[in-house]
């Protein structure tokens, strides 16, 4: 048996039915590639769609190229490809809220609303009322039945999970949805995809913003929002600078602040630990472990489940406040069914409104919310 028959009984417990009509997001990536060769080999009724929803005629946009290596590599595969356009969806659902939380100060994650909102809502949608049992898509997850219900689970390649960015699917986006790669490891799919022939198997995973891809942030945000200058102070009120505006910065960041030269040796480098909106300040400290950096409760809004609400108030787990970064242990305390406070063990760093809080029971993702504001440090939860 060849490694792609052998890989794809390896996942077969991980896919649709045989005999299932599959569509599969097709992005002109490696990973969505080899999702396609696996569902066809393994027996599947599969059909390619291609999504550009947002439009750009600007030199750096790779849509066009994205699309050419899309429709090679579901030519090769004998798979029909479709391209559809969601970009009125895309602006209002997604980019607005984006342009709302910036403006607000908030640091928002536009890829996680972007997969609840356009890749398994407006996508899922299209495909189930076009007579598809199913989507597939090239996201490091896995899907899983427990207890009667449809569940999210990390991906086997820790480095590439991306469980992170899926938290906010709910129940009955789940269901329908497989992620063929979740069980294996990023070497293995561009092996995968070399010993198939597929001309994508060397090239570049993208970066950026979904749909929107790699921008000179600052040149594509200040397009959309209004840059307002304003003083860079320390926690103690010294002017140190000027900021080219609050909505370029975000809490914990270093590089890029504009105020090099005032390292100290035995304090250490300035970082982002705070934006004062009514004065239009941004407050710096020295040293990543300043105790402004340092929270270890905070408010939480929009909270999704994946699976079930808890059942009672009070839920441990562990959870972590940034993609790239290890879980930590804490406790929800639930306010309602969309409000929390969230409790870590030990204090965490550059806790970021506007940010994904994402709650997690081993492997499983149990869901998450958006950090708001940070809760007060009193030994009673409100």
């Not at 999210?152 to 269901?175: C, I, P, T």
């Not at 300040?281 to 489940?305: A, D, F, K, N």
């Amino acid at each position: 048996m060849n490694l792609i028959d052998a890989t794809v009984e390896s996942i077969r417990p991980q896919l649709p039915a045989p005999g299932s009509r599959v569509v599969v997001g097709v992005s002109g990536g490696v990973d969505s590639a080899v999702t396609t060769l696996l569902l066809v080999r393994a027996g599947l009724d599969v059909q390619g769609v291609f999504m550009q929803n947002w439009e750009d005629d600007s030199a750096d946009c790779t849509a066009r190229q994205d699309y050419r290596d899309a429709a090679a590599v579901c030519d090769q595969l004998g798979v029909p490809l479709d391209a559809l356009n969601f970009s009125d969806e895309y602006w209002d659902r997604v980019f607005s809220h984006f342009l709302q939380e910036y403006k607000a100060g908030r640091t928002p994650n536009p890829d996680i609303l972007c997969n609840r909102e356009i890749k398994f809502r407006a996508f899922l949608d299209h495909a189930l009322e076009n007579g598809a049992d199913a989507i597939a898509t090239g996201h490091y997850a896995r899907h899983a039945t427990l207890d009667g219900a449809p569940a999210l689970l990390r991906g086997v390649d820790r480095n590439k999970d991306q469980s992170y960015f899926l938290h906010a699917l709910q129940h009955d986006q789940l269901a329908p949805s497989y992620f063929p790669l979740g069980s294996l490891e990023k070497p293995l799919v561009r092996e995968l995809a070399s010993a198939a022939n597929l001309h994508v198997h060397a090239k570049r995973d993208s970066t950026g913003i979904c749909f929107i891809g790699e921008r000179h942030f600052q040149e594509f945000l200040s397009t959309y929002l209004p840059a307002q200058p304003g003083d860079i102070v320390s926690d103690a009120g010294e002017k140190l600078g000027r900021h080219n505006g609050l909505m370029y910065y975000t809490l914990g960041q270093r590089r890029g602040i504009g105020i090099g030269g005032r390292n100290d040796a035995e304090t250490g480098a300035w970082f982002v630990a705070d934006k004062d909106l009514e004065g239009n300040q941004l407050v710096v400290v020295q040293g990543s472990e300043h105790p402004m950096m340092m929270r270890q409760r905070m408010r939480i809004e929009q909270l999704s489940w994946c699976r079930q609400i808890p059942s009672s108030r009070e839920r441990r787990c562990t959870a972590k406040i940034r993609y790239r970064q290890d879980d930590m242990p804490c406790c929800i305390h639930m306010t309602d069914s969309s409000h929390a406070t969230l409790v870590f063990d030990q204090p965490v760093r550059a806790a970021t409104p506007g940010q994904s809080a994402v709650f997690y029971d081993g492997d499983e993702c149990l869901g998450g919310g958006i950090i708001s504001d940070f809760a007060r440090q009193v030994d009673r939860i409100q």
